[in-house]
């Protein structure tokens, strides 16, 4: 029932190519139309123009026998061509609706996933959806009507002899109905494998300088090995499977041909049965044997079909979780006032990251969160622009609930500036205006002059348009910072997040970032997540979060004469929250 329903749920898929659908199963109606009538003239030929000598009768029928080769020569070379365009827009639609998906998945989703395993249903499940998209429904059609017909004709031939020439075919059917489940299986392990080697390529190329770094190439090639080989056994599986189900259908042509030999040249050496009958009876073999070959390449096609439409759906099926309410309220002027009503986060349901927080963040104050790693700093911020959804209470923007308001509306009001800055591969220009795609000339130089990124830019090789790299590979840390920062002054959010921006920078970048990050946060709502002291210590409010919660808050010099968690930062025991690589480092951040 499950395989009934992926079929059915495919269909809609159809719809807006119905007119080249129908004319496709016309012309397969003319192909079987034209591929039945050649038995029946060789069966006539042989009974009554052989005997008769007539040659006039004999011209007749070799213009009809290529009438009949022509009308089947157009409707094959339109089939092939229909098919083909129809698969092709399908394919498109499919990728269209799968990639519209992701882009509406929260970063829930993506965490529980990996890179290559997603492109590989967005590749490699709809690529074998679509084959079988072109070829299943004429192939179907094509051989129901050439054995429907052909069964019909011979039994109006000779009741006896079509009896026993069906009897393969009937084997045939139990034998596709007992392999066709086990083929499907096997290609559902077929394309995990692939996906599992996807996602295992996509992660080395990404990381290919730690891996060069460490020298780990021999153990990379190992795990490589390992998942190529199990993609090779589950393949060598599938494919003695279906080594099995095609030596069977050859098996069954070759029975249906020596049984019509057998009885039908009995028949003939009786006189119960003309030759030319017998003529047209091997001829009708060869024509309803072509549809059972052809239906058994496609229970291999809709076998991977079904095996990449599970994928498909798997992820189709999968509920968006952050979505625009029904009755959403479009955003009114942001103020910029951020608030935290006892507020809880869990990744799986179970384990909650934080529970019950509260916070308020008035419009233009900068807040800073800092404490140790694991103890939600960035999964917070992150409930803002609702990245993550959370479990309990309730996080507002000027006093509404964010849930309330459009998602796109939310998110055009806040901006983001990271540690670990994503870049794609393309110009300076295009990553920087990425929030503002109609930015004139005079506005992007503005930004990356606001930005400090204005001299190292016009300094590249052909300046804004210089190609900076898949992940901007050809510019340094801090040159990334500064076109992050450059874009998030274009976009002017009233509402800014700067999650460890600076961490891994070194001085001179720092101070070219920090002094850049200082004219961002002007005028605007602000919440920094950092390591660094020298960060956070100008902010108007320092909330220290922990595992168990917030453990204080209050400005740096508060913070420093309570003598709490945040004073023990300062003189230097930085392991307990900021991480023991800082602490080793001696990084205080304290000028």
Not at 354 to 363: A, D, H, I, N
Request: net charge neutral; hydrophobic share 45%; aromatic share 8%.
């Amino acid at each position: 029932m499950k395989t009934l329903g992926r079929f059915a749920r495919i269909l809609p898929y159809y719809r807006p190519y119905a007119l080249i659908l129908a004319v496709d199963l016309l012309s397969v109606v003319a192909i079987a139309a034209s591929s039945l009538a050649v038995p029946y003239l060789l069966k006539y030929m042989v009974d009554v123009l052989v005997p008769a000598a007539d040659f006039r009768m004999l011209r007749t029928l070799t213009l009809a026998a290529a009438a009949a080769a022509g009308v089947k020569y157009a409707a094959t070379y339109y089939t092939l061509f229909a098919g083909h365009v129809m698969a092709a827009k399908m394919e498109r639609d499919l990728r269209r609706d799968f990639f519209r998906k992701l882009q509406r998945m929260s970063f829930s989703f993506f965490d529980a996933r990996k890179t290559g395993e997603l492109m590989s249903r967005l590749t490699n499940d709809i690529g074998k959806v679509t084959d079988a998209v072109n070829h299943a429904p004429e192939d179907i059609l094509l051989s129901i009507l050439m054995v429907v017909f052909s069964a019909i004709l011979l039994f109006s031939l000779n009741p006896l002899l079509a009896v026993f020439c069906f009897v393969p075919l009937a084997l045939m059917i139990v034998y596709s109905g007992l392999l066709g489940g086990r083929i499907r299986a096997g290609f559902e392990r077929v394309n995990d494998a692939v996906a599992d080697i996807n996602a295992k390529t996509e992660n080395i190329v990404a990381g290919i300088r730690v891996v060069q770094a460490f020298a780990r190439e021999s153990e990379e090639e190992k795990r490589f090995d390992e998942l190529n080989e199990k993609h090779y056994l589950s393949w060598r599986t599938v494919l003695n499977r279906l080594g099995w189900f095609y030596s069977g259908v050859d098996l069954m042509k070759d029975l249906s041909r020596l049984i019509v030999l057998v009885v039908g040249g009995y028949l003939v050496l009786r006189g119960s049965m003309t030759l030319g009958t017998l003529v047209a009876f091997l001829s009708f073999v060869a024509v309803y044997m072509e549809p059972v070959e052809r239906l058994s390449r496609t229970v291999e096609m809709v076998q991977r079909m079904n095996a990449g439409l599970k994928n498909f759906f798997d992820i189709m099926d999968e509920p968006e979780a952050i979505r625009d309410a029904e009755d959403a309220l479009s955003l009114p002027p942001v103020r910029g006032r951020i608030g935290f009503d006892r507020v809880s986060f869990s990744y799986d349901g179970n384990r909650h990251v934080f529970r019950g927080l509260s916070l308020v963040v008035e419009p233009g104050r900068t807040v800073a969160l800092v404490g140790p790693s694991g103890a939600g700093k960035s999964t917070f911020a992150s409930l803002i622009p609702r990245f993550y959804e959370a479990s309990e209470g309730v996080v507002s923007l000027d006093g509404i609930d964010v849930r309330r308001l459009r998602l796109a509306e939310l998110r055009g009001a806040i901006g983001l500036v990271q540690q670990d800055v994503f870049l794609f591969a393309g110009t300076v220009r295009e990553n920087l205006s990425y929030g503002k795609p109609d930015a004139s000339d005079a506005e992007l130089r503005t930004a990356a002059a606001r930005a400090n990124a204005k001299d190292f830019i016009e300094a590249l090789p052909t300046g804004y348009e210089t190609w900076i790299g898949e992940r901007g590979v050809r510019l340094s840390g801090g040159q990334k910072q500064r076109l992050s920062i450059a874009r998030a002054f274009l976009k002017d959010p009233p509402v800014l997040i700067l999650d460890e921006a600076t961490s891994s920078l070194d001085a001179e970048s720092e101070a070219a970032v920090q002094d850049a990050l200082k004219r961002l946060m002007g005028g605007r709502t602000t919440i920094v997540i950092a390591h660094r002291l020298s960060t956070v210590r100008e902010a108007d409010e320092i909330v220290v979060l922990t595992e168990d919660g917030i453990a204080e808050r209050g400005t740096h010099a508060e913070l420093l004469s309570g003598g709490g968690l945040y004073a023990r930062y300062y003189a230097g025991r930085k392991s307990d929250l900021l991480g023991d690589e800082e602490a080793a480092n001696g990084d205080t951040g304290v000028e």
